[in-house]
């Protein structure tokens, strides 16, 4: 009894300890991230493309402009609005994003962490796997741990919703919550199908019951947003919704490998929950458990897959993807340790000579604790993997980390540059600048490029484009050596920005393109005068 005392303690010490490692993981991670978290220094192209749909929303413009536009939203309008308003209380919309962002990875934590105890996992198990996900999710894509941008703000509507459910048994006013909670989620982000679909799939195989009420609350509500985004946005939303966009198979698979190359350990890990529904092992319940979270796993993978063969789909596309594979693993975890008592969850306490029910004493202990132990070794290798993965990525993230007061120095003096020769008409392939510096939106050049290489809009919208009366100056991300000026246009549109406007400013940020006519009557850029009240609307 005393050696089944000391195993047991000795499992669940290996159990916090890999817990506690994977905290280390996350927040060597996120430390960087963190303390740029209010710095003007850019962190991708989303960060000012959404500061700027937040500010057309409060401002009262057209969220979703023509679609022969050079601007475009293809995302559904929530988080414009969300992220708009603690802008306003914080003075920035790019800082107010990075908050939600951040906030958001930490709910979505939680949630795992409740769904998990809602199906009776130990709370240290639970634990596990909610920390896994953050030190998954940050050696997988750190740069979205503190980004403006809304995917992890839908995901954190999105996995609430499965917590309702479950934490309040799919009470009528769960269902009803739930499904105002997922539409909320498709709102924001429009591709968040896995999990909804996860949970009919699961509904209609163990909840008969409920099915009908279900699908009737669920599309009732979804009725109801349809009809209401017609009704504020019109027609426009959603053929913008389904903008022009390149598509590959080698995207899909160069997503897939990004995938495999990050987390495909817990990937083969996470088969654990599939063998243990396979073989029928424990109780109902966690049998229940195990074919949900398959079901989410190989919906998420596949969704995923789908969307990454976009052009221009980032890591995002796999979130759903980690989420449940983290869930998996930690379900694949609980099984293990349960396994050692078969159709027990946990031994039965030996008191003096009492035995395990239905099995002999000695035999009984033996089985728990080489399932606890098996199980506390499990959570230890993940632990091991990614702490060997965060220690080589240290030593960049100290240097990136020691490097923020220049890093922003450079970027503000690219910022003001901007704002003294563009004169509020400057057109950024790095958004945030030209949001920073009081630029009108002119231009998407990411939607734009699309739109031009789909041809969606005529080779010559180009050069009616980028001309010196609507635009005084063009901010490329093309880095030292590079021919093109912007990876993200066409040959063609570069050589009519090339023809247009001749390089002013060489630095770290890539090159500002000045126009190369001047006014003749004050010397000032063409159209200098009008964007300079020009504020980021629809119509710009």
């Known amino acids: 009894m005393v050696n089944a005392n000391r195993g047991t303690a000795l499992a669940t010490a290996m159990l916090c300890v890999a817990t506690a490692g994977l905290a280390v993981v996350w927040l060597s991670a996120v430390v960087g991230p963190a303390y740029t978290l209010f710095r003007w220094i850019p962190n991708g192209y989303n960060e000012g493309w959404n500061a700027y749909w937040a500010e057309v929303a409060w401002r009262g413009g057209a969220l979703y402009p023509a679609v022969n536009s050079p601007i475009s939203d293809n995302y559904p309008p929530l988080s414009f609005y969300i992220v708009g308003a603690l802008g306003r209380l914080i003075g920035d919309n790019i800082f107010a994003g990075r908050l939600l962002a951040l906030l958001s990875l930490l709910a979505v934590a939680f949630n795992l962490f409740v769904w998990l105890r809602r199906w009776q996992v130990s709370r240290a198990v639970a634990a596990f796997g909610a920390t896994l996900f953050l030190a998954a999710f940050s050696t997988y894509a750190p740069a979205y741990m503190t980004m403006n941008d809304p995917q992890l703000l839908a995901h954190a509507f999105m996995i609430t919703s499965v917590t309702v459910l479950w934490r309040f048994d799919f009470s009528r006013k769960a269902l009803a919550a739930a499904a105002v909670l997922m539409v909320a989620a498709g709102c924001v982000k429009h591709l968040l199908i896995a999990l909804p679909l996860a949970v009919t799939v699961w509904i209609a195989l163990y909840r008969k019951e409920i099915l009908v009420r279900w699908l009737i609350t669920a599309v ?78 190989v919906l998420a993978a596949g969704v995923g897959a789908l969307a990454a063969s976009g052009k221009g789909v980032d890591r995002n596309a796999f979130f759903d993807f980690l989420i449940a594979v983290s869930l998996a693993v930690a379900v694949g975890v609980e099984q293990i340790r349960a396994r050692g008592v078969g159709r027990y969850a946990a031994p039965t306490p030996v008191v003096g000579r009492a035995m395990l029910p239905g099995v002999g004493a000695t035999g009984g202990v033996a089985r728990w604790l080489t399932g606890a132990l098996a199980a506390a070794a499990v959570a230890a290798g993940c632990c091991i993997v990614l702490l060997i993965g965060a220690a080589r990525q240290w030593p960049a993230r100290w240097h990136l980390l020691q490097q923020t007061d220049a890093r922003e120095a450079s970027a503000l003096r690219v910022i003001n540059d901007i704002r003294r020769l563009g004169g509020g008409a400057a057109a950024c392939e790095e958004l945030s600048l030209c949001y920073w510096a009081g630029s009108a939106f002119k231009v998407d050049f990411f939607n734009y490029g699309q739109k031009l290489a789909t041809s969606a809009l005529p080779a010559t919208d180009c050069a009616e484009t980028f001309t010196a009366a609507s635009i005084s100056l063009v901010q490329v991300n093309s880095p030292h050596g590079e021919p093109r000026l912007s990876f993200r246009l066409p040959a063609g549109c570069n050589a009519a920005i090339a023809r247009t406007y ?38 710009d």
């Open 220 to 297: 009732s509500v979804l009725a109801v947003a349809l009809a209401a985004l017609y009704y504020t946005q019109g027609a426009i939303f959603f053929h913008d919704l389904a903008s022009s966009r390149l598509y590959s198979r080698l995207l899909a698979e160069s997503g897939l490998w990004r995938v495999w190359e990050s987390v495909g350990f817990l990937i083969v890990l996470g088969m654990v929950a599939g063998i243990a529904f396979a073989l029928r092992v424990g109780r109902r319940e966690v049998r229940e458990q195990a074919a949900f979270v398959l079901l989410y796993l």
């Open 502 to 539: 001749s390089l002013a400013i060489k630095n770290s940020h890539g090159r500002l393109m000045l126009a190369a006519r001047r006014s003749a009557s004050d010397g000032r850029l063409p159209g200098e005068e009008a964007a300079k009240h020009a504020q980021p609307t629809a119509e």
